[in-house]
């Protein structure tokens, strides 16, 4: 059964810490994706990611970064974590020029207190 | 600016009783519009992909339709078991970019 699996379902971090969210598929999929959840807003693109080390901004960049050194591993992270990243937190991947959409993983809820 | 807004927020149906959500979307270049379902807490599980107006897609009691405009969802005979939150999304021929819409949380009552 393919899979797209994030570290942790839910995490409580603290102000101004720096936090690491994970993400790994085993489809050998091009693109990769991390979106955040909010309530009333849907989901809205952070980054992604079309090959290794390749990374472009999405529509709410701000506050975020991610790493790609290998293709099935797709890093997030929260430089300097604040409430307003209170949120939940979806990585998705699909392959190069494919419309089956995009596979999901569980999600990871983050609380920042 | 590509735009999808679904309708209703949230629906709720007695089992058997058939009904529809709703889907505009305004996108340059429509290359493909998607529905997914979604239980809570949980990631979104893709269900349909739509291309062109007049397509129609079928799985057990979902059939999803396309308009140049929007898109609709129809549930025939729902079971409480259909209870979930279903997405809407498009993708426009500028490249990689999905814009979801919000949702429509549906709530099937036995």
């Known amino acids: 059964d393919v899979k797209v699996t994030q570290s942790s379902r839910y995490l409580v971090k603290r102000t101004g810490e720096k936090v690491f969210l994970e993400c790994v598929q085993d489809m050998d999929h091009e693109n990769m994706f991390w979106y955040r959840q909010d309530p009333g807003l849907g989901l809205r693109l952070i980054y992604f990611?079309?090959?290794?080390?390749?990374?472009e901004k999405g529509d709410i960049p701000e506050g975020y970064s991610v790493s790609r050194e290998k293709k099935e591993r797709f890093s997030l992270i929260l430089e300097s974590a604040s409430t307003n990243q209170t949120s939940m937190y979806l990585c998705?991947?699909?392959?190069?020029?494919?419309?089956?959409?995009?596979?999901f993983g569980s999600g990871t809820r983050l609380t920042v207190v | 600016e590509d735009q999808v807004t679904q309708s209703p927020e949230a629906l709720r149906l007695q089992e058997g009783e058939s009904s529809s959500l709703n889907c505009s979307y305004t996108v340059s270049g429509l290359r493909g519009l998607f529905w997914y379902r979604q239980d809570p807490g949980k990631g979104p599980e893709f269900l349909f992909t739509?291309?062109?107006a007049g397509e129609e897609k079928e799985k057990e009691r979902l059939k999803a339709t396309l308009t140049k405009k929007e898109s609709f969802l129809h549930i025939t005979a729902p079971k409480p078991e259909d209870s979930a939150t279903y997405l809407c999304?498009?993708?426009?021929?500028?490249?990689?970019?999905?814009?979801f819409g919000a949702g429509t949380r549906l709530f099937v009552k036995a």
């Open positions: 739509l291309y062109s």
């Open positions: 998705a991947s699909i392959k190069m020029d494919s419309f089956y959409g995009y596979t």
């Open positions: 999304a498009v993708q426009g021929s500028g490249g990689f970019k999905t814009i």
């Open positions: 990611s079309y090959d290794v080390k390749m990374k």
